[in-house]
Each structure stands twice: as structure tokens, then as C-alpha cells.
């Protein structure tokens, strides 16, 4: 079961935070300051630092459409992830992605910096993995514990409204409903995704698996109209502004082949990183499911 293994997550989590506690009271350090240089570490770093902490955060930070915290943002300084913006600031620790220039990583590390850089969270494991790690880089591993709690009691709640809908569905002799993630130009999400496992966890068949994508991927318009699928769920960037490319899910081909499915619009700054707000995506999954029903 999905929650045994997140427990057991839980609990490797709790042992790790005791001795990262033991180690910082006696070391009796200060708390390190930090800079971010990659949008989703700046959601984790708004998350769980105390403000004093925060030197500055990357640009994206305030981007409305990818960033969650963007309000939050406006309050600390922003960088471009280069060493002569960042060096001035003299942070203790940077935090970055995969995609933050490695000669750029290099170069930080080389004139002392701590450089710590994050995986891109592709599943809830990753993504708790992700705020334990900042919890503890940060000092604020009581903080991090707390939001770890809170996000495993909201996904236990959710766990038992799936298993409520899915009895019902057994009883009425009906099988999961269908739907697919349809972006700009189709593009599409497998189970390797943390969209793709918030559709999983909140009991939708996820028709992209049928064919073969496991990660990300496209449908053409004729892969969505045989696929039949029952809900459509897209995170336009920077709602109001949509491309033809982003109209997809309103293409009159699909309504003259006899398609009305439900079209779910999910925020785009709760889809881009993963963080407690994906929780939410998972609960709007399981509100859809009601609502078609």
C-alpha cells in the first residue's frame, strides 16, 4: 500500500531529524542563512526558513504563474543564478537545481560556498524527501517534521474518501473513471509524475498509460478522441492568456466526435514544483470524481 510505504518513509524521516536535532544542540551553531537560485527550492525555502534566514531568492520567485509563494516572495531580494550576483549576498549555504548551470555550482563551491542541490520531485516520496532535506540544511528540522505530519494527515483523509468512492463504483458494477492530463500541444503526464500519481492516488485510470507513457509525453487530438477519456485536467500558464496551443481541451473535434468531458483547470504554480499545495491537486482530483459521479 501507497501509506506503508510513506509511513516507513515517516519513520526513517523521524530518526534522521532526531540526530540531525542532537547534532545542532551540540554544536551550538547559528542558523545558516540561505539563498535560492532555482524556483522550486525557493518554495521550500519560504516554506520552512525563519525570514532572517532568507538572503535572497531566485527571480522566479515572484513569478504568479510558477511561483506558489509569489505574495511571500515580494518581501526578500532576487537574484540571477550567477556567482557575481550571488557572492555579494555571502550567504551560508545556496541552494539549486539540476538545471542550474553546473559551472556555475562549481565555481560557488570553489570559493567556499556550500552548494546543496535538489532532485526535482517527481513523486510525494521525493517531494517529502525534498522538505526533510531543506529542513535539515536549514536547521529547522521541527519545522519540516511538522509539515511532514500535516501532509500525511491530509493524504490519509484523502485515502479514505478514494476508498468511499471506490466501494460505491464496485457496488454500481462500475470501473474507474478515465481521464488524461491535456496541456499546450497535448502535452501529457505518466505515472512517473507528480500529477501523474496525484490522478493514481485519487482513483482516476489514467489513459496517457495506455499509450506506454510513463513520465511525460503527447497525445495527438485522435489518440484523445479514441481514448474516450471522461475528464480533462490542464494547467494553463498564466491563466486568461491561452495560445491556440493551449485550447486544445476546447477543440470542436472533440465535441462532433461525441466527447463531453469535464475540463479541470488546476493552477499552474501548484503543478510546475512539488510541495504541500500538491496535496490540494490531489483533493480537487478527488472532489472531480465526486462531482462526476
Given amino acids: 500500500m ?5 509511513s ?14 542532537v547534532a545542532a544542540a551540540n554544536a551550538k551553531e547559528p542558523v545558516p542563512s540561505v539563498m535560492s537560485i532555482n524556483l522550486c527550492a525557493d518554495q521550500l525555502v519560504m516554506l520552512l526558513a525563519d525570514p532572517p534566514q532568507i538572503k535572497a531568492l531566485s527571480r522566479l520567485s515572484r513569478d504568479g504563474a510558477g511561483s506558489y509563494y509569489h505574495e511571500l516572495a515580494a518581501s526578500y531580494p532576487t537574484v540571477e543564478a550567477s556567482a557575481e550576483q550571488i557572492l555579494p549576498h555571502a550567504p551560508d549555504v545556496v541552494l539549486t537545481g539540476p538545471y542550474v548551470s553546473r559551472y556555475t555550482r ?8 556550500r552548494v546543496e542541490s535538489l532532485e526535482v520531485a517527481t513523486s510525494l516520496d521525493g ?18 517534521a511538522s509539515v511532514v505530519a500535516a ?9 479514505q474518501r478514494v476508498e468511499l468512492l471506490d466501494a460505491a463504483m464496485v457496488a454500481a458494477g462500475k470501473q474507474r ?8 500541444n497535448g502535452y501529457t503526464v505518466g505515472l512517473d509524475s507528480i500529477r501523474g500519481q496525484a490522478m493514481s492516488i ?7 498509460e495506455d499509450r506506454g507513457i510513463e513520465s511525460y509525453g503527447a497525445l495527438a487530438l485522435e489518440d484523445l478522441i479514441h481514448l474516450n477519456p471522461d475528464a480533462l485536467i490542464e494547467s494553463p500558464y498564466s491563466a486568461g492568456t491561452y495560445s491556440r496551443g493551449q485550447m486544445l481541451t476546447r477543440h470542436p473535434a472533440l465535441r462532433q466526435a461525441g466527447l463531453n468531458p469535464l475540463t479541470l483547470s ?25 462531482a462526476l459521479r
Fill in 202 to 208: 485519487a482513483g482516476w485510470h489514467n489513459v496517457a
Fill in 151 to 159: 501532509i500525511q494527515a491530509r493524504l490519509a483523509e484523502v485515502e
Fill in 2 to 6: 501507497f501509506w506503508l510505504r510513506l
Fill in 266 to 290: 488546476l493552477a499552474s504554480n501548484e503543478t510546475i514544483c512539488a510541495g504541500p499545495w500538491s496535496v490540494g491537486i490531489i483533493e480537487q482530483l478527488v472532489n472531480a470524481r465526486e
Fill in 127 to 144: 517531494m517529502l524527501a525534498n522538505i526533510t532535506l531543506v529542513g535539515d540544511i536549514l536547521q529547522r528540522v521541527d519545522k519540516a
Fill in 8 to 21: 516507513s518513509l515517516a519513520g526513517v524521516v523521524c530518526c534522521s531529524l532526531g540526530l540531525s536535532q
Fill in 177 to 184: 473513471p478515465k481521464a488524461a492530463v491535456y496541456d499546450a
Fill in 106 to 113: 562549481t565555481l560557488l563551491a570553489d570559493l567556499g560556498l
